[in-house]
């Protein structure tokens, strides 16, 4: 089993839509998640860190469930300017290389 | 306030040549990173450096791949005698403070190594 594992999409949606994805790991003990934006043949960029008692940013909400061990990332009202792909991002420990990069969902937003 | 900057942005390599990419941290950063991304994968972390000292490697491969952030200058990755299976984009991030994730870190724009 990976160590984090993401549904690679593509997820295409219409603008305006409401779309969610999710993403799992397998280290229990991990501490520390975040979601990352990567557009294409660009390099990741912060979108948010993930809070045991869920955070929300704009459009964007994210939260965590421990018990079941995964982090959801939902985009409300989605634009055009959404579509890239998100990197979810696991932190195992407080070592640089426990830092675990997810495979990344595609989101694609039509007009 | 420069970011994390890279180059050479693309690089072409023969089978069996030297590639040396660079990356200059932020200014007042000191801890950098080196992650390779293949195509339609996740990163993976390679190496961490500070000034002068390497902190973790334990995502650098056995042979061939070397990495330095020496006092001065930039942080240099080294790939002698490249293969097609080394042809990824090389990202390099850098933070203020270790164990960056407690912190943003920022990436640079990558280098993309082909491997002819």
Known sequence: ?????????????????????????????????????????????????VYSSGNEDGRFTAQLNRASQYISLLIRDSKLSDSATYLCVVNMDSSASKIIFGSGTRLSIRP | NAGVMQNPRHLVRRRGQEARLRCSPMKGHSHVYWYRQLPEEGLKFMVYLQKENIIDESGMPKERFSAEFPKEGPSILRIQQVVRGDSAAYFCASSPRDVYMNTEAFFGQGTRLTVV
């Open chain 1, 1 to 49: 089993r990976k160590e984090v594992e993401q549904d690679p999409g593509p997820f295409n949606v219409p603008e305006g839509a409401t779309v969610a994805f999710n993403c799992t790991y397998s280290n229990s003990a991990s501490q520390s998640f975040f979601w990352y934006r990567q557009d294409c043949r660009k390099e990741p960029k912060l979108l948010m860190s």
